[in-house]
């Protein structure tokens, strides 16, 4: 089955001037009323936040999957930016991940200049300190220079959205 495959249906009551309504919005969007209704309620940019997240979920190579997020965000506008993390992940994502993803979301924000989504303060930092780099020589470069959404996760790097390590 293709991801998002309609196999589901979905029934609203809606009064008379509401249809008509409705009606008028999706043809004036040369929509079908189900894709108009589908595209306001969940707009695009949030479905493409949770199918890349539910990449990450169950990709191989994590960082691959992680790093075309990172592509994704990194030109939005603040509003899109907003618009699109404002839900949770709709996967398991490893505590690593997670976390990873929560700094990185909240960096992001800082970043844009835009507010971050509640749903990161509920992600927990990792129990153990996490380093970008195995090299003893380097951990106090990172200690020092991990943006504050990183430290506060006990993640240690040294790259920004956008940056590639």
């Known amino acids: 089955m293709k991801k998002n495959q309609k196999t589901q249906q979905l029934q609203i009551r809606v ?8 009606k008028k919005r999706a043809k004036n969007a040369q929509m079908s009323m189900s894709d108009w209704i589908l ?3 969940l707009p695009s940019a949030q479905t493409k936040f949770q199918d890349l997240l539910a ?8 960082s691959y999957a992680f790093a075309e997020l990172l592509d994704w965000i990194g030109p939005m506008s603040a509003e899109e930016y907003e ?9 398991d994502l490893e505590p ?8 990185t979301i909240e960096h992001a924000a800082v970043m844009k200049h835009a507010k971050p989504p509640g749903w990161t303060q509920g992600v927990p930092p990792l129990d153990e300190p996490h380093f970008g780099s195995s090299l003893e020589s380097l951990r106090l470069h990172l200690l020092i220079n991990s943006p504050p959404a990183f430290i506060e996760r006990n993640i ?6 956008g940056d590639r390590v």
């Open 83 to 91: 618009l699109a993390v404002s839900e949770p992940p709709a996967v």
């Open 15 to 22: 009064s008379r001037s509401q249809k008509l309504a409705i």
């Open 55 to 62: 990449d990450l979920a169950t990709s191989d190579t994590p």
């Open 39 to 41: 595209s306001t309620v």
């Open 96 to 103: 690593y991940w997670e976390s990873y993803l929560a700094a």
């Open 156 to 161: 240690f790097i040294d790259s920004n959205v």
